[in-house]
């Protein structure tokens, strides 16, 4: 199993990104895929989550409404748009799936919100 994230940059508050995952070694299609982000000197939270079949979302009380998770089966990628990003926002953003009862972790990219 291999996750790559990209996208991360450096934003001003109320600008918008995009977070592309690709995966690979799994058959993408029949896995739940997740976004979760980690702050400094916090604990990793999950922030978004994606079904498998139906494409069923949850995401996090303080993204809703701005942040979507989606999936391209054919691309094997997962997708965060981040919108009317903010400060707190800042952190390091993880892509994530359970394959075979064993949590697999992309190496995460940067996310860093700031005037």
């Excluded at 990209?6 to 934003?11: A, D, I, R």
């Excluded at 690979?24 to 939270?45: C, D, H, I, L, V």
């Amino acid at each position: 199993v291999q996750l790559v994230e990209s996208g991360g940059n450096l934003v001003q508050p109320g600008d918008s990104l995009r977070l592309s995952c690709a995966a690979s070694g799994f058959t993408f299609s029949s896995y739940a895929m997740s976004w979760f982000r980690q702050a400094p000197g916090k604990e990793r939270e999950l922030v978004a989550r994606i079904s498998s079949a139906a494409g069923v979302t949850t995401y996090q009380d303080s993204v809703k409404g701005r942040f979507t998770i989606s999936r391209d089966n054919a691309k094997s990628t997962v997708y965060l748009q981040m919108n009317d990003l903010k400060p707190e926002d800042t952190a390091v953003y993880y892509c994530y799936t359970n394959f075979m009862g064993r949590g697999s972790w992309g190496q995460g990219t940067q996310v860093t919100v700031s005037s």
